[in-house]
């Protein structure tokens, strides 16, 4: 997001909305895109760092812009100049368009075979784990000092979010699900021969 906000205030943009969502993700999802819309007046240019973030489906972009141009609204791609209102530019918009989205299909494509080869060697795809088995048994360790603030624990397992922390323990540090299936049979049973044994 820096990168694109740089690059639009070097570029001398008054108004500046911000979406967290993907390019690929529909206007009607994307908030900031309708603010921006509705905003836009007869004569303004819509101003994008990259023609795929405002858009990854050609004809959504087509439709986008041809809605602007009707309004008199003008489009520029600072990585991609462009003139929409010649003929030619509109055709290099639709050419670029159609080359971001089949980019897109190749990359999920590619994606998806790497998950189903990674599978076929027994091995789950996916990013790795936040959270580490050792970094789990340190976490209920700390845990254990009433003393230590949940924020000041989450700093200490590598800044990690707290919500991270809850996933797999409770307030009290005893294990969750996710945390039990994570620490493995073993330390399940270990917990509750704990709880027999205080119980007792």
């Known amino acids: 997001m820096d990168r694109q906000l740089d690059a639009l205030a070097a570029a001398g943009c008054e108004r500046v909305f911000e979406d967290r969502a993907s390019g690929a993700t529909g206007a009607k999802d994307r908030p900031s895109l309708k603010a921006c819309l509705d905003w836009l007046r007869a004569g303004d240019v819509l101003v994008v760092l990259d023609l795929d973030r405002l858009g990854r489906l050609a004809s959504e972009l087509v439709q986008l812009i041809d809605t602007l141009a009707a309004r008199q609204i003008g489009f520029r791609a600072l990585n991609s100049p462009m003139d929409t209102t010649t003929p030619q530019g509109r055709a290099f918009l639709q050419i670029q368009a159609a080359f971001a989205e089949m980019e897109r299909n190749v990359i999920r ?14 091995r789950k795809g996916g990013r790795p784990r936040v959270m580490t088995a050792d970094k789990l048994r340190y976490a209920r360790h700390l845990m254990a000092d009433r003393e ?53």
Not at 109 to 122: D, I, K, S, Y
Not at 162 to 180: E, F, I, M
């Open 109 to 122: 494509q590619r994606v998806r075979e790497g998950l189903a080869a990674a599978r076929a060697r027994g």
């Open 148 to 200: 230590r603030s949940i924020p000041s624990i989450c700093v200490e397992l590598g800044g990690i979010r707290p919500s991270t922390l809850y996933h797999y323990l409770h307030a009290d540090g005893a294990l969750k699900r996710p945390g039990q299936e994570l620490l493995g049979n073993e330390q399940t049973t270990g917990d509750l021969d704990g709880e027999a044994a205080k119980g007792a």
